[in-house]
């Protein structure tokens, strides 16, 4: 029995590392996509790009995405009540802000087409 939970203990050490280091990294990757589409617009901007709103709001939007992904995941090591809550919270706002993004997005080509039509 001592040998089964000892067995268990690091099975679940081995578990609860495995999902930090993809969390790591799944935020590390929306981090990165979030530079990168800054980085862009603001080259676009220089370049006189009309559409650079449309560009970040994108970037920003798949950013949030894996940041989602990322606290999703965090969902699996929580251990207690308390924890469970904030990152509730957390992915409420946001999945809240990427709905505001999305929609920005979809007004934004719609204005878009009104522009070239």
């Given at each position: 029995?001592n040998?089964?939970?000892?067995?268990?203990?690091?099975?679940?050490?081995?578990?609860?590392?495995?999902?930090?280091?993809?969390?790591?990294?799944?935020e590390?990757?929306?981090?990165?996509?979030?530079?990168?589409?800054?980085?862009?617009?603001?080259?676009?901007?220089?370049?006189?790009?009309?559409?650079?709103?449309?560009?970040?709001?994108?970037g920003?939007?798949?950013?949030l995405?894996?940041?989602?992904?990322s606290?999703?995941?965090?969902?699996?090591?929580?251990?207690?009540?308390?924890e469970?809550?904030?990152?509730?919270?957390?992915?409420?706002?946001?999945?809240?802000?990427?709905?505001?993004?999305?929609?920005?997005?979809?007004?934004?080509?719609?204005?878009?087409?009104?522009?070239?039509?």
């Open positions: 029995m040998a089964f939970l000892s067995f268990y203990e690091t099975l679940e050490d081995l578990f609860g590392a495995i999902i930090n280091y993809a969390i790591l990294l799944i590390c990757i929306g981090v990165g996509v979030l530079v990168w589409a800054i980085v862009r617009a603001v080259i676009q901007l220089f370049r006189g790009n009309e559409h650079v709103r449309l560009m970040l709001a994108e920003i939007a798949l950013s995405e894996f940041k989602m992904g606290e999703l995941l965090r969902t699996l090591i929580v251990r207690e009540w308390s469970l809550l904030i990152l509730g919270a957390i992915i409420l706002l946001r999945a809240a802000l990427t709905f505001l993004i999305q929609w920005e997005i979809k007004n934004e080509k719609k204005n878009t087409k009104k522009g070239n039509e």
